[in-house]
């Protein structure tokens, strides 16, 4: 059977976005194609978070020369391990460049579901704190939408995947539509109403806010705490697209998912100055296909997304596509993070926990709300949480044997409490992805040249991430407080932003308020790439409210003959 090109829309990548545009455009009626560069999962065989370390060849240490060989830069995310690495692309065949001096880690994830399997699952809701930050002190473009914008389509994402949390009452951190909260531990909530207490109610910690089920949610059944979510979860407890929002899509009778679909370019029509479809690289024939809709939404992660847009050239866009601007590229940026203190708890030691929560306390910004730092603009949050030295301590431990494991439950260490923070970065023109001029990946795309570098803003924030948290673990009566650095490069975070970002005008950015190309009316792009900064919170929930958003006012356009 001919395999059908025509549609009414197309998104490209499967994952957190991806996902989100698919389940909205079918739901609204349209006939959409999914292009996934990556393969199919199947959770039932390929999720491993139930596997344990004596049923892997290597208990877990990984295959240490077929990893350094396939995945030398993937290795460096916590979840390319030996069970988890599937879920990671092979470098030599995804290569990147950066220049000597500005290293950049790139994870990524190319199959069903992209980084959705792996994500954090932290999710918290932006303010107008963010939106207006850039246009208060004059780093970046001003946002064309406010947090009254987004905050109904915040509570349609709620409601639909599932958010456990507490509510707080916090204007720079929203409340949300919450399943009940993960309880804190003994520890944590000693430290809470001590901290509160220490800095006038300014230092609040909360429960992390997860897209995590503690209860049954919409057919999918509530977390049972085994801890390794990054490797997959055979009862959905945790959101991902593939048991989630593309299951929707499916239900609607109007998907069409392609994967192991490279797509190489959108394709232009200078006569109706619309995007007429994709180029596609099938991964299995290596073969040209292209299809054509009437919509595209791009939704492929954000250096994906502005690599591609760099790629459709034409004359009318020489420079990338929808880049009248010259803005396609720049205005990179990352969270910063990493920096923060520990410390030991005296007490307690009659308390253990039960399971691996998959969570974790969360310190809301306090820096820069009310009043101004004297060493740097915007803010951060801060993670962390409690724990006592338990089963994993005996792998630096002589022993072996039932009396020795045995004395690694029931001989727990003492508690400590610990958090580092997720800081915000400025927006800077010269932070930008371009395209090599020679490499390209095993599809023959070229690749991006990644050129983005912390600056003095994220260095004192990184400081002061250090003595805030110590100030705090001193107020909740810890000892032995260690402050720590960290040398996370740009990329390492995995929360990359920026690159086609939203603008009010078309001469300021690439995006309109919906998420529209300025220049190309029918291409619309609601990953991060669209972030015209990047705040301090966790950003896939935003993705997913600005997608869902996108796709109410594309299916309302087509309606009208707009598109």
């Known amino acids: 059977m001919r395999e059908i090109t025509d549609f009414d829309a197309i998104v490209i990548g499967s994952g957190i976005s991806g996902g989100w545009a698919a389940k909205e455009l079918t739901e609204r009626g349209l006939k959409t194609l999914v292009l996934e560069a990556g393969g199919p999962v199947d959770p039932q065989t390929d999720y491993v978070e139930h596997v344990q370390p004596w049923q892997m060849p290597f208990r877990g240490m990984g295959d240490r020369k077929k990893i350094v060989a396939d995945y030398p830069i993937q290795r460096e995310c916590y979840a390319c391990d030996e069970v988890g690495h599937k879920f990671f692309v092979k470098d030599k065949e995804n290569p990147y460049t950066t220049p000597d001096d500005a290293p950049f880690r790139f994870f990524r994830g190319r199959q069903v579901g992209g980084r959705s399997i792996t994500w954090g699952r932290q999710v918290y809701r932006w303010s107008d704190l963010d939106f207006e930050a850039n246009a208060k002190d004059g780093h970046g473009n001003d946002w064309p939408i406010r947090y009254q ?51 006038s109610g300014e230092r609040v910690m909360t429960i992390g806010r997860a897209a995590i089920l503690t209860k049954n949610h919409n057919g999918r059944l509530a977390c049972h705490y085994c801890g390794p979510c990054e490797r ?4 959905h407890s945790y959101f991902t697209s593939l048991g989630s929002t593309l299951p929707a899509a499916q239900a609607s009778g109007r998907l069409t998912l392609r994967p192991h679909s490279v797509v190489a370019e959108v394709l232009y029509d200078p006569t109706t100055t619309r995007a007429r479809g994709v180029r596609v690289v099938d991964s299995n024939t290596m073969q040209d296909i292209e299809f054509t809709a009437r919509v595209v939404f791009l939704c492929a992660s954000t ?20 880049n009248s601007s010259g803005l396609l590229g720049r205005y990179v940026m990352d969270h910063h993070y990493g920096s923060g203190a520990s410390g030991a708890v005296r007490g307690f030691t009659d308390r253990r926990t039960t399971g691996r929560r998959p969570n974790g306390i969360y310190i809301a910004r306090f820096r820069n709300v009310k009043s101004q730092h004297p060493d740097f603009l915007r803010g951060y949050g801060m ?51 371009t395209l090599d001029p020679t490499v390209k990946d095993k599809w023959g795309v070229p690749a991006a040249h990644i050129d983005v570098r912390w600056r003095d803003n994220e260095k004192a924030m990184d400081k002061d991430m250090q003595t805030a948290m110590a100030e705090m673990l001193d107020a909740a009566g810890c000892s032995d407080i260690r402050q720590h650095g960290s040398n996370n490069p740009p990329g390492h975070c995995i929360h990359e932003m920026g690159g086609a970002r939203m603008s009010k ?5 690439v995006l309109n308020g919906n998420n529209q190309a300025w220049d190309v009316m029918n291409l619309f792009v609601t990953d991060g790439a669209c972030m015209a900064s990047c705040a301090c919170q966790n950003p896939s929930i935003t993705y997913m409210a600005i997608t869902a958003r996108a796709a109410k006012y594309a299916v309302d356009a087509m309606k009208r003959n707009e598109l």
């Open 149 to 199: 914008d987004l905050a109904p389509w915040y509570s349609h994402v709620e409601r639909f995947i599932g958010i456990c949390g507490a509510k707080e009452g916090l204007s720079q951190l929203p409340d949300g539509e919450f399943l009940p909260a993960m309880p804190m531990t003994v520890v944590e909530q000693d430290a809470r109403p001590k901290i509160l207490k220490a800095f």
């Open 232 to 235: 997959g979860c055979i009862t």
């Open 303 to 322: 250096i994906e997304s502005v690599r591609l847009l760099l790629n459709s050239r034409s004359s009318a866009f020489p420079e990338g596509l929808a």
């Open 383 to 433: 993670q962390g949480g409690s724990g006592r030295g338990g089963w994993g301590r005996g792998g630096s431990m002589p022993g072996y044997g039932p009396a020795f494991k045995q004395s690694l439950i029931e001989d727990l260490g003492p508690w400590s409490l610990s958090a580092s923070g997720w800081g915000e970065t400025l927006p800077h023109a010269d932070n930008r992805i």
């Open 505 to 509: 005008t078309r001469e300021t950015g």
